[in-house]
T-cell receptor, first 110, second 118 residues
Framework: GEDVEQSLFLSVREGDSSVINCTYT??????LYWYKQEPGAGLQLLTY?????DMKQDQRLTVLLNKKDKHLSLRIADTQTGDSAIYFC??????????FGRGTSLIVHP | ETGVTQSPTHLIKTRGQQVTLRCSSQ?????VSWYQQALGQGPQFIFQ???????GRGNFPPRFSGLQFPNYSSELNVNALELDDSALYLC?????????????????FGPGTRLTVT
């Protein structure tokens, strides 16, 4: 089955860009997602990208997909303290049921 | 438009007991998926309900069961609770179009129910 890997922690200074990386194993994955989870809350869908795309930009968020290497990244421009949260990468294929990574804890320092 | 709601927010049960968790889907959505999120882990898919029937199941034993009601709300039932069942249980709703050919890839999550089994 699908396996999704992410680094567990990322620490950045406020105003800098954050880049969170993710790799997945199933080359037939069709949709790649980024979710955000704040303490004590459920998951918020931030953005997603179809496997036939290389890049998607949405305000401060940029998603890059390297399908050959099965590598997905999320760049957050001008990171703010309110961006501190856990970010989950997920991938799904024909069933549309996402497989999630363990999450990357983003810590933003003032 | 109302979002996904879940009840209760927290629950403490004893090993061997049974528990029922509830979820109301987002307005206009007809599909509900349930996930288990253990501490420090990503959500794991339990099952999905569409049109009141199970529409996919993850690697969970039969003591995890569910229901979906005509108003698209849903229940997750867990029998014979074990200590490892302690987790955050998340419900997510989505819309599968009426023609049914496409499955929805956009899911919206509720805040979760924190279950502690002692």
């Amino acid at each position: 089955g699908e396996d999704v890997e992410q680094s567990l922690f990322l620490s950045v200074r406020e105003g800098d860009s954050s880049v969170i990386n993710c790799t997945y194993t199933d080359s037939s994955s069709t949709y790649l997602y980024w979710y955000k989870q704040e303490p004590g809350a459920g998951l918020q869908l931030l953005t997603y990208i179809f496997s036939n795309m290389d890049m998607k930009q949405d305000q401060r968020l940029t998603v890059l997909l390297n399908k050959k290497d099965k590598h997905l990244s999320l760049r957050i421009a001008d990171t703010q303290t309110g961006d501190s949260a856990i970010y989950f990468c997920a991938a799904s294929g024909g069933s549309y049921i996402p497989t999630f990574g363990r999450g990357t804890s983003l810590i933003v320092h003032p | 438009e109302t979002g996904v709601t879940q009840s209760p927010t927290h629950l403490i049960k004893t090993r061997g007991q049974q528990v029922t968790l509830r979820c109301s889907s987002q307005s206009g959505h007809n599909t509900v998926s349930w996930y288990q999120q253990a501490l420090g882990q990503g959500p794991q898919f339990i099952f999905q309900y569409y049109r009141e029937e199970e529409n996919g199941r993850g690697n969970f034993p039969p003591r995890f069961s569910g229901l979906q009601f005509p108003n698209y709300s849903s229940e997750l039932n867990v029998n014979a609770l074990e200590l490892d069942d302690s987790a955050l249980y998340l419900c997510a709703s989505s819309l599968i179009p009426a023609w049914g050919a496409a499955k929805s890839y956009e899911q919206y999550f509720g805040p979760g129910t924190r279950l502690t089994v002692t």
